[in-house]
Protein backbone atom coordinates (compact mmCIF):
# COMPACT_ATOMS: atom_id res chain seq x y z
CA UNK A 1 0.00 0.00 0.00
CA UNK A 2 2.61 2.50 0.97
CA UNK A 3 4.50 1.47 -2.58
CA UNK A 4 1.31 3.06 -4.24
CA UNK A 5 1.47 6.10 -2.42
CA UNK A 6 4.80 6.93 -2.91
CA UNK A 7 4.27 6.19 -6.66
CA UNK A 8 0.79 8.17 -6.54
CA UNK A 9 2.93 11.48 -5.12
CA UNK A 10 5.92 10.70 -7.77
CA UNK A 11 3.68 10.93 -10.63
CA UNK A 12 2.02 14.13 -9.25
CA UNK A 13 5.27 15.98 -8.24
CA UNK A 14 5.86 14.88 -12.43
CA UNK A 15 3.00 16.68 -13.31
CA UNK A 16 3.65 19.65 -11.18
CA UNK A 17 6.92 19.78 -12.13
CA UNK A 18 6.00 19.26 -16.16
CA UNK A 19 3.50 22.12 -15.71
CA UNK A 20 6.00 24.49 -13.94
CA UNK A 21 8.21 24.19 -16.49
CA UNK A 22 5.56 24.70 -19.71
CA UNK A 23 4.62 27.78 -17.74
CA UNK A 24 8.14 28.92 -17.44
CA UNK A 25 8.63 27.91 -21.50
CA UNK A 26 5.61 30.26 -22.19
CA UNK A 27 6.62 32.93 -20.01
CA UNK A 28 10.16 33.41 -21.50
CA UNK A 29 9.25 33.02 -25.43
CA UNK A 30 10.47 29.55 -25.61
CA UNK A 31 6.94 27.83 -26.70
CA UNK A 32 5.07 30.46 -27.97
CA UNK A 33 5.62 33.21 -30.14
CA UNK A 34 2.01 34.70 -31.54
CA UNK A 35 1.52 36.88 -34.26
CA UNK A 36 -1.63 38.84 -35.15
CA UNK A 37 -2.00 39.85 -38.72
CA UNK A 38 -4.68 41.52 -39.95
CA UNK A 39 -5.52 41.43 -43.50
CA UNK A 40 -3.36 44.26 -45.81
CA UNK A 41 -7.25 44.78 -47.37
CA UNK A 42 -8.48 48.20 -48.99
CA UNK A 43 -12.11 47.21 -48.54
CA UNK A 44 -11.71 46.32 -45.00
CA UNK A 45 -15.24 47.10 -42.86
CA UNK A 46 -15.69 50.23 -41.52
CA UNK A 47 -16.06 48.79 -38.20
CA UNK A 48 -12.20 47.07 -38.56
CA UNK A 49 -10.91 50.63 -39.69
CA UNK A 50 -12.80 52.43 -36.48
CA UNK A 51 -10.88 49.75 -34.70
CA UNK A 52 -7.95 50.43 -36.20
CA UNK A 53 -8.41 54.21 -35.93
CA UNK A 54 -9.16 54.33 -32.02
CA UNK A 55 -6.11 52.20 -31.71
CA UNK A 56 -3.98 54.52 -33.05
CA UNK A 57 -5.94 57.22 -31.14
CA UNK A 58 -5.70 55.56 -28.12
CA UNK A 59 -1.84 54.86 -28.11
CA UNK A 60 -0.99 58.14 -29.66
CA UNK A 61 -2.08 60.03 -26.21
CA UNK A 62 0.18 58.13 -24.00
CA UNK A 63 3.16 60.09 -22.98
CA UNK A 64 6.59 59.07 -22.99
CA UNK A 65 10.01 60.11 -22.14
CA UNK A 66 12.41 59.64 -24.42
CA UNK A 67 16.19 59.62 -23.10
CA UNK A 68 16.87 63.01 -23.10
CA UNK A 69 14.24 63.59 -20.68
CA UNK A 70 11.37 65.36 -23.27
CA UNK A 71 7.53 64.49 -23.22
CA UNK A 72 7.63 62.35 -26.67
CA UNK A 73 4.72 61.00 -28.33
CA UNK A 74 2.91 58.72 -31.11
CA UNK A 75 1.00 61.56 -32.20
CA UNK A 76 3.93 63.20 -33.61
CA UNK A 77 4.39 60.33 -36.42
CA UNK A 78 1.21 60.70 -37.90
CA UNK A 79 0.73 60.17 -41.23
CA UNK A 80 3.88 57.87 -41.40
CA UNK A 81 4.45 53.93 -41.19
CA UNK A 82 5.58 53.15 -37.38
CA UNK A 83 7.02 50.10 -36.21
CA UNK A 84 6.64 50.00 -32.64
CA UNK A 85 8.50 47.62 -30.35
CA UNK A 86 7.92 46.90 -26.57
CA UNK A 87 11.11 45.69 -24.61
CA UNK A 88 12.96 45.20 -21.25
CA UNK A 89 16.35 44.68 -20.14
CA UNK A 90 15.55 41.49 -18.45
CA UNK A 91 14.63 40.35 -21.84
CA UNK A 92 17.75 38.44 -23.49
CA UNK A 93 15.75 38.16 -26.82
CA UNK A 94 15.81 41.99 -26.55
CA UNK A 95 19.49 42.75 -26.85
CA UNK A 96 19.50 41.50 -30.04
CA UNK A 97 16.41 42.60 -31.77
CA UNK A 98 17.53 46.65 -30.60
CA UNK A 99 20.43 46.12 -32.78
CA UNK A 100 17.88 45.02 -35.85
CA UNK A 101 15.84 47.33 -35.49
CA UNK A 102 18.38 49.67 -35.65
CA UNK A 103 19.78 48.35 -38.79
CA UNK A 104 15.80 48.11 -40.19
CA UNK A 105 15.64 51.98 -39.35
CA UNK A 106 19.02 52.94 -41.03
CA UNK A 107 18.07 51.23 -43.98
CA UNK A 108 15.23 52.81 -44.45
CA UNK A 109 16.18 56.46 -43.22
CA UNK A 110 12.88 58.56 -43.23
CA UNK A 111 10.44 56.30 -44.74
CA UNK A 112 9.89 54.65 -41.79
CA UNK A 113 9.52 55.55 -37.94
CA UNK A 114 10.59 52.98 -35.54
CA UNK A 115 10.39 53.46 -32.04
CA UNK A 116 11.86 50.72 -29.05
CA UNK A 117 9.25 51.23 -25.68
CA UNK A 118 11.15 50.38 -22.79
CA UNK A 119 8.62 49.20 -19.92
CA UNK A 120 9.10 50.80 -16.56
CA UNK A 121 12.77 50.60 -15.84
CA UNK A 122 15.13 53.80 -14.93
CA UNK A 123 17.10 55.66 -17.97
CA UNK A 124 20.05 54.31 -16.43
CA UNK A 125 19.23 50.52 -16.50
CA UNK A 126 17.72 51.20 -20.42
CA UNK A 127 20.51 52.51 -21.70
CA UNK A 128 22.97 50.49 -20.57
CA UNK A 129 21.02 47.66 -22.20
CA UNK A 130 20.41 49.99 -25.27
CA UNK A 131 24.36 50.61 -25.01
CA UNK A 132 25.15 46.95 -24.49
CA UNK A 133 23.28 46.46 -28.48
CA UNK A 134 24.72 49.28 -29.96
CA UNK A 135 21.45 51.36 -29.96
CA UNK A 136 21.69 55.34 -29.29
CA UNK A 137 18.78 57.86 -30.08
CA UNK A 138 20.77 58.78 -32.84
CA UNK A 139 19.95 55.71 -34.99
CA UNK A 140 16.52 54.54 -33.20
CA UNK A 141 13.94 56.24 -31.02
CA UNK A 142 14.34 54.95 -27.87
CA UNK A 143 11.30 55.88 -25.07
CA UNK A 144 10.63 55.05 -21.62
CA UNK A 145 7.26 54.20 -20.42
CA UNK A 146 7.53 54.28 -16.51
CA UNK A 147 3.72 53.43 -15.97
CA UNK A 148 3.90 50.37 -18.78
CA UNK A 149 1.04 52.08 -20.36
CA UNK A 150 2.11 51.15 -24.57
CA UNK A 151 2.15 47.48 -23.04
CA UNK A 152 -0.44 47.65 -21.27
CA UNK A 153 -2.59 48.85 -23.65
CA UNK A 154 -2.06 46.48 -26.30
CA UNK A 155 -2.54 43.64 -24.77
CA UNK A 156 0.95 42.44 -23.91
CA UNK A 157 1.68 39.32 -22.80
CA UNK A 158 5.13 38.21 -23.95
CA UNK A 159 8.21 39.72 -24.86
CA UNK A 160 9.23 41.38 -26.62
CA UNK A 161 6.42 42.74 -28.62
CA UNK A 162 6.32 44.44 -32.05
CA UNK A 163 3.22 46.37 -33.83
CA UNK A 164 3.67 47.56 -37.58
CA UNK A 165 1.05 50.53 -38.35
CA UNK A 166 0.91 52.07 -41.59
CA UNK A 167 0.42 55.71 -42.22
CA UNK A 168 -3.35 55.56 -41.77
CA UNK A 169 -2.69 54.64 -38.91
CA UNK A 170 -3.96 51.08 -38.80
CA UNK A 171 -2.66 48.04 -37.34
CA UNK A 172 -1.05 45.81 -40.00
CA UNK A 173 0.56 43.02 -37.95
CA UNK A 174 0.92 42.50 -33.77
CA UNK A 175 3.87 40.51 -33.54
CA UNK A 176 4.32 38.53 -30.16
CA UNK A 177 7.55 37.18 -29.17
CA UNK A 178 11.36 37.60 -31.05
CA UNK A 179 11.57 38.85 -34.53
CA UNK A 180 14.63 38.69 -36.17
CA UNK A 181 16.36 41.37 -38.90
CA UNK A 182 15.30 39.86 -42.21
CA UNK A 183 11.53 39.33 -41.23
CA UNK A 184 11.50 42.79 -39.63
CA UNK A 185 12.93 44.19 -43.03
CA UNK A 186 10.63 42.09 -44.98
CA UNK A 187 7.82 43.21 -43.45
CA UNK A 188 8.34 46.51 -43.31
CA UNK A 189 8.45 46.08 -47.29
CA UNK A 190 5.45 44.36 -47.65
CA UNK A 191 3.61 45.80 -45.26
CA UNK A 192 4.64 49.67 -46.18
CA UNK A 193 6.21 49.50 -49.99
Known sequence: MLDKVVMMGLVLLAIYTAYLLVDQAINFNLILSDTIQLPKN????????????????????????????????????????????SWASWCHFCLEELSALAQVQAEFGDKIVIV?????????????????????????HLWLDSKDSFYKSIGGFSMPETLFIDKQGNLVEHKRGPIDFQTIREKARNFFY
Open 116 to 140: AINRKEPLEVAKNFSDRAGVTPQNL
Open 42 to 85: KNLSEQTLKSDEQFFKKISQIKFQDYQGSQVSLADFKGKPIILN
